[in-house]
């Protein structure tokens, strides 16, 4: 996995409020960034993709292809 890194909108202070994602070229890692020696949860990259496109669209529009 490459560098862990956190939204910019992780809020302010420390920006602990938030997830951290790391990437490959097949995978997406997630993980808490108040708790990063806790569990990840890794993602085929398209899965990953495709579940970014429903969050960002809140009219439930099918995801492009």
């Known amino acids: 996995m490459g ?4 939204s ?3 809020g ?5 409020n938030c997830v951290e994602i790391a990437t490959s070229s097949t995978q ?3 993980r ?5 020696a806790r569990a990840t949860l ?9 579940f970014l496109a429903t969050v960002e669209d809140p009219e439930g ?4 292809r």
Do not use: I
């Not at 302010?12 to 602990?16: L, R, S």
């Not at 529009?61 to 492009?64: H, L, T, V, Y």
């Open 61 to 64: 529009n099918p995801p492009p």
């Open 3 to 6: 560098n862990w890194r956190r």
């Open 28 to 30: 997406v890692a997630v």
């Open 42 to 50: 890794t993602f085929p990259r398209a899965a990953f993709t495709r």
């Open 12 to 16: 302010e202070g420390d920006g602990n």
């Open 8 to 10: 910019s909108y992780s």
């Open 32 to 36: 808490d960034s108040k708790a990063p």
